[in-house]
């Protein structure tokens, strides 16, 4: 196995959500309940899952934009060293996250530049150097990011983000406001960057066929937790926890995308967590046994299921 860049032990995010008359936090919103996952380099780990079962909130964390409430998240690089904690992120927006008054240039180079202050000409070299491996043409470096169409912002986007030099790269939801015909494209020059420099890609999305396209291993997300995690080929075509498979199931057979939630049920509150089983309340195979709490156990094919009845196991934790 490859070296491992990342590691999550227990991570657990809540954020208030109400407080009394004295200020006194009486609810919690439980974004992500004890997530264990290592990233290793040059692969893609999907992320997948519905709305709302915490997958932006990952995403901030692994950016440093979120401190764990509780738990251990650990770098193969030193957040301290010169290019900061090695990872960029690539928004579904990238308006939103590209400054509108910066000629695409000063943006692309920005993570580089904040880091190193290397002087004009060289900046500008490197940011032609970068538009040429994302596919923008140099004369146009010198417009805002609104001149440009989503798809060539959302390549900026990605210029921008491999000018930081990045153990790891988080993609949210890299394509889902794009037109279908554009998503292809940018997919595959993702796919291509990755060959040409052994990137490491941690995809986050809720569409199962952009998932299948990108990658090497895959993590389904329930309610703030992984309930499946193993090659994307056995995750995706032999699921083994209800909920992957109530997930398969939804995605019509084209690969058209999953929007919002399955059909027949509504993802429950994340105030008041379950007891045992997550899934328990919508899960068609639920018994008495399902009250237990349920850990991650490995199954003899190296995947990993939060569900008691999936396939032969050997315990795991
Ligand atoms: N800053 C926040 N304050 C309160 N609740 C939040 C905050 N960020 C996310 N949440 C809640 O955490 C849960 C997970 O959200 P999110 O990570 O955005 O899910 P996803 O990206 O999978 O749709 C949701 O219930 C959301 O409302
Ligand atoms: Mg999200």
């Given at each position: 196995?490859?070296?491992?860049l990342?590691?999550?032990?227990?991570?657990?995010v809540?954020?208030?959500?109400r407080?009394?008359?004295r200020?006194?936090?009486?609810?919690?919103?439980h974004?992500?309940n004890?997530?264990?996952?290592?990233?290793?380099?040059?692969?893609?780990?999907?992320?997948?899952?519905?709305?709302?079962c915490?997958?932006?909130?990952?995403?901030?964390?692994?950016?440093?934009?979120?401190?764990?409430t509780?738990?251990?998240?650990?770098?193969a690089?030193?957040p301290?060293?010169?290019l900061?904690?090695?990872m960029?992120?690539?928004?579904?927006d990238p308006?939103?996250?590209?400054d509108p008054?910066?000629?695409?240039?000063r943006?692309i180079?920005e993570?580089?530049?904040?880091?190193?202050?290397?002087d004009?000409k060289a900046?500008?070299?490197?940011?032609?150097s970068?538009?040429?491996?994302?596919?923008?043409?140099?004369?146009?470096?010198?417009?805002p990011?609104?001149?440009?169409?989503?798809?060539?912002r959302?390549r900026?986007?990605?210029?921008?983000?491999l000018?930081?030099?990045?153990?790891?790269?988080?993609?949210?939801e890299p394509?889902?406001?794009?037109?279908?015909s554009?998503?292809a494209?940018?997919?595959?020059?993702?796919?291509?960057?990755q060959?040409?420099?052994n990137?490491?890609y941690?995809?986050?999305?809720?569409?199962?066929?952009v998932?299948r396209h990108m990658?090497?291993?895959v993590?389904?997300?329930?309610?703030?937790?992984i309930?499946?995690?193993?090659?994307?080929r056995?995750?995706?075509d032999?699921?083994?926890?209800?909920?992957?498979?109530?997930?398969?199931?939804?995605?019509?057979?084209?690969?058209?995308?999953?929007?919002?939630a399955?059909?027949?049920?509504?993802?429950?509150g994340?105030?008041?967590?379950?007891?045992?089983?997550?899934?328990r309340?919508r899960?068609?195979?639920?018994?008495a046994?399902?009250?237990?709490?349920?850990?991650?156990?490995?199954?003899?094919?190296g995947?990993?299921v939060?569900?008691?009845?999936?396939?032969?196991?050997t315990?795991?934790?």
């Amino acid at each position: 196995m490859s070296e491992s860049l990342l590691e999550l032990n227990d991570v657990h995010v809540n954020f208030p959500a109400r407080t009394n008359w004295r200020g006194k936090v009486t609810e919690r919103v439980h974004a992500l309940n004890g997530l264990d996952m290592v990233v290793h380099r040059g692969e893609t780990l999907g992320i997948v899952g519905e709305s709302g079962c915490g997958k932006s909130t990952l995403a901030k964390l692994l950016m440093g934009m979120l401190k764990p409430t509780s738990g251990k998240l650990e770098l193969a690089r030193s957040p301290n060293s010169w290019l900061g904690r090695g990872m960029q992120m690539v928004f579904q927006d990238p308006l939103s996250s590209l400054d509108p008054r910066l000629p695409v240039w000063r943006i692309i180079t920005e993570p580089v530049w904040i880091q190193s202050r290397s002087d004009e000409k060289a900046r500008r070299q490197l940011a032609e150097s970068l538009a040429a491996k994302v596919g923008i043409r140099p004369e146009y470096l010198d417009r805002p990011p609104h001149a440009f169409s989503g798809g060539q912002r959302q390549r900026i986007a990605i210029a921008r983000a491999l000018s930081g030099q990045p153990d790891i790269m988080v993609l949210d939801e890299p394509t889902s406001a794009l037109d279908i015909s554009v998503q292809a494209q940018i997919l595959n020059l993702l796919v291509s960057l990755q060959q040409q420099q052994n990137l490491t890609y941690v995809l986050i999305s809720h569409n199962v066929s952009v998932v299948r396209h990108m990658s090497d291993r895959v993590a389904v997300m329930y309610l703030g937790q992984i309930v499946e995690i193993g090659e994307m080929r056995q995750v995706l075509d032999a699921p083994q926890h209800p909920y992957t498979r109530l997930l398969m199931e939804s995605v019509p057979r084209i690969g058209a995308p999953l929007d919002g939630a399955p059909s027949n049920t509504e993802l429950p509150g994340n105030r008041q967590l379950p007891a045992g089983c997550y899934f328990r309340e919508r899960c068609p195979y639920a018994t008495a046994r399902c009250s237990e709490v349920q850990p991650l156990r490995k199954l003899a094919n190296g995947h990993s299921v939060r569900c008691w009845q999936a396939g032969e196991s050997t315990s795991l934790q």
